[in-house]
Structures are given as C-alpha cells and as structure tokens.
C-alpha cells in the first residue's frame, strides 16, 4: 500500500462507478486492460521506451509507430510491441 503523505494521483480506491466503461468491452479488450495494469508490463514497456522512440505523429492527431526490429521483451508478453 503506497503512503498517503507521498502518493500523488486519483483518490483511492475509485469509485465502483469509474469501471462502468467495462460493461461494454470485448474479451480481447478484457485483457488488455488485465495486462496494462500489471506492474511487470508496465516496467518492461518503460524500460523499452526509453531507448525506441519510433512514433510520428500525423497532421490529423494520429500517431503512426513502426517497427524497426523485434522485440522479445515483448514478445515475451505475447506482444510485437509495446504500447
């Protein structure tokens, strides 16, 4: 449990009302959100972008990613890349 006189963010817990989105997701939606809550992902994905800048954004807002080489941290989630 992070200690309040230092935790900077939402309160928390959140309310059961923030998760009403889920209603409507897709079982393939489902685990994403499962994955890009899990502290190891998140690390892993924070170690690999700091040194694979590849997106460009697009005149209307779009962000455009390439892939340069594979990956095997992320493949190592089952991924081709982090997002």
Do not use: C
């Not at 230092?6 to 009302?17: D, H, K, Q, T």
Request: net charge positive.
């Amino acid at each position: 449990m992070l200690d309040g006189r230092y935790y900077v963010g939402p309160p928390r817990p959140p309310a059961l009302e923030d998760y009403d989105y889920m209603r409507t997701l897709r079982h393939r939606d489902w685990a994403w959100e499962g994955l890009r809550r899990d502290p190891a992902y998140q690390e892993e994905a924070r170690a690999h972008i700091k040194f694979h800048q590849y997106g460009t954004r697009l005149e209307n807002g779009a962000l455009l990613t390439r892939m340069h080489e594979v990956s095997p941290r992320a493949e190592a989630w089952t991924l081709r890349s982090f997002r």
